[in-house]
């Protein structure tokens, strides 16, 4: 699997709400929160973290919700005003987005290193034990940042 040649562009599903990825995220996981598998309607979300300033909204409305993650902290989550797709999360850490890697317009690049909250996985699905993976929501992101980087040095 090649990298594709940055910027990507993503968006939500009724194309109202465009985004461009001027960068590689820092890594892409699956997230098996409650939250995650509610919002997406399905067992995992696909997350990619990325630098604010590698971020650029093109166009679209957006509405927002703010919800308390089971940390405390307050997580804010945007979805196109339209269809209310979801694109991405603003967490408290600064500086970085938690955006979904399916609303990427091509993701055949963006395969998860990791997996968290697998405490809280559907049952049936299986985790690959050569990932980083963590029964939990995880402070420090350094173990998925690494394995993503790892990941590009292996590419073809």
């Known amino acids: 699997m090649a990298l594709p040649k940055f910027p990507?562009?993503?968006?939500?599903?009724?194309?109202q709400?465009?985004?461009?990825?001027k960068a590689l995220p820092l890594s892409v996981y699956n997230c098996h929160c409650k939250d995650c598998q509610r919002f997406s309607g399905a067992a995992w979300s696909m997350s990619m973290i990325v630098r604010d300033e590698d971020f650029e909204l093109l166009s679209g409305q957006l509405e927002q919700y703010r919800r308390t993650a089971d940390s405390g902290n307050i997580i804010t989550m945007n979805f196109c005003a339209n269809?209310?797709?979801?694109i991405w999360n603003d967490p408290p850490t600064p500086g970085i987005k938690v955006a979904r890697a399916g609303t990427l317009?091509?993701?055949h690049?963006?395969?998860p290193v990791g997996n968290i909250w697998v405490d809280s996985k559907a049952e049936w699905a299986?985790?690959?034990?050569?990932?980083?993976?963590?029964?939990?929501?995880?402070?420090?992101?350094t173990p998925l940042f690494?394995?993503?980087?790892?990941?590009q040095g292996t590419r073809s």
């Open 8 to 15: 990507v562009e993503g968006g939500c599903v009724c194309g």
């Open 17 to 21: 709400v465009r985004y461009r990825l």
């Open 83 to 86: 269809c209310h797709g979801w």
């Open 105 to 107: 317009d091509d993701m």
């Open 109 to 111: 690049w963006a395969r």
């Open 126 to 141: 299986d985790i690959d034990p050569g990932l980083v993976n963590f029964g939990k929501g995880i402070a420090d992101r």
């Open 146 to 151: 690494d394995a993503w980087t790892r990941a």
